[in-house]
């Protein structure tokens, strides 16, 4: 009898267990999610070397484009968010296959996706770094100034500068300068778990996002400061999602 009680009860349990809907645990089954960048000017895909047109009618050929991801973050629908461990990501146009960046996740209905664009003020100070860090990527400055968040470089008919081109480095990393910028992006309605997030970057959005800066009067940008700060506040805006499933 005893033993005949000890089954109902175990059985009850479980059968409860089935339905019960708690925090995603740090330990849950990890699947893999695909986040794959696209470049674009307005409507057109980047082509590096091809002229094209920005927003604000300049003819312009842009000849590299590269910046910083991490801190990933995924938030499902009920709020929940899960933290990868941080890892970073330099996504350069002249690599495809930086484009592409898999990442281990449990499996919940992911609701927006947030990442940092840049990279964060510890790293910054940390001493040398190694992987997509490494100086000799070209993305970094000195200890003081720290890393370059973005980089965009080409040419264009209405530049000043010498050969008309214009050179836009943007970082900084210091209370009031700090130019990464938290991105955050809503998911479209698909079928879950998701397998593959792709995500457009609007060059566009560095010329006319929070404000206009022209070329013509603005070809440089190389140093920390507010005009690095109005760069940072126009190309947070750059991001969306392409599609999701």
């Known amino acids: 009898m005893k033993h005949s009680v000890y089954m109902t009860v175990l059985l009850a349990l479980c059968l409860t267990g089935l339905h019960f809907r708690g ?7 990890a699947g893999k999610l695909r986040l794959v960048f696209h470049h674009q000017v307005g409507k057109n895909p980047l082509e590096l070397g091809a002229l094209c047109q920005n927003s604000l009618g300049d003819s312009i050929t842009i000849e590299r484009f590269k910046y910083y991801v991490s801190h990933f973050t995924l ?12 890892q970073y990501f330099l996504i350069d146009e002249e690599i495809p296959g930086s484009k592409i960046i898999t990442l281990q996740v449990p499996d919940i209905d992911i609701g ?8 964060d003020s ?13 100086p000799l990527k070209g993305m970094f400055w000195t200890w003081n100034s720290g890393y370059i968040m973005a980089k965009l470089e080409g040419t264009a008919e209405r530049s000043p500068s010498p050969g008309h081109r214009f050179t836009y480095h943007i970082g900084g990393f210091r209370f009031g300068m700090n130019t990464a910028r938290a991105i955050t992006l809503q998911i479209p309605p698909a079928n879950q778990p998701l397998r593959e997030i792709h995500i457009t970057a609007d060059i566009n959005q560095w010329f006319s996002g929070a404000s206009q800066i022209n070329i013509a009067e603005t070809p440089v940008c190389h140093t920390p400061g507010s005009l690095a700060m109005r760069f940072a506040d126009n190309y947070q805006n750059m991001f969306s999602i392409h599609s999701a499933r």
């Open 23 to 29: 925090p995603v645990p740090a330990t849950a089954p």
């Open 75 to 86: 938030t499902d629908s009920k709020g929940r968010q899960w933290k990868p461990d941080p």
């Open 112 to 119: 927006q996706i947030g990442f940092l664009l840049g990279v």
């Open 122 to 134: 510890a790293k910054n100070v940390s001493g040398i770094q190694t992987g997509a860090l490494d």
